[in-house]
């Protein structure tokens, strides 16, 4: 099992920055990736941005040369840096981690989700 926790949203003007992070706890040694994901009121939730154990960071098209994501090297910790925010990047953010278990010749994996943080960005 892993636990995770935000911190960090709120309310910003356009063109603010924010910084979230997310902690993990449990099972944290068979983590392989981790990361950032939105839902907007009426909308599907959407990639924001993943880094896996290996340090291969991938971002949604919207977020790209804006978010930066990283992590510490035992995945205790995933922060999500946001820059040049815009009213379009409201939403609730939501870190996730996915977690593999199993035998090798059968590994599965299964997702873990925080509870939301509120990112409100308006004028």
């Known amino acids: 099992q892993v636990q995770l926790v935000e911190s960090g949203g709120g309310l910003v003007q356009p063109g603010g920055s924010l910084r979230l992070s997310c902690a993990a706890s449990?099972?944290?040694?068979?983590?392989?990736?981790m990361g950032w994901y939105r839902q907007a009121p009426g909308k599907q939730r959407e990639l924001v941005a993943t880094v896996t154990r290996g340090g291969r960071s991938s971002y949604g098209d919207s977020v790209k040369g804006r978010f930066t994501i990283s992590r510490d090297n035992a995945f205790h910790t995933v922060n999500l840096q946001m820059n040049n925010l815009e009213p379009a990047d409201t939403a609730v953010y939501y870190c996730?981690?996915?977690?593999?278990?199993?035998?090798?010749?059968?590994?599965?994996?299964?997702?873990?989700w925080g509870q939301g943080t509120q990112v409100t960005v308006s004028s």
């Open positions: 449990g099972s944290i040694r068979s983590i392989e990736a």
């Open positions: 996730n981690a996915v977690r593999s278990y199993g035998p090798v010749e059968g590994v599965r994996y299964e997702d873990y």
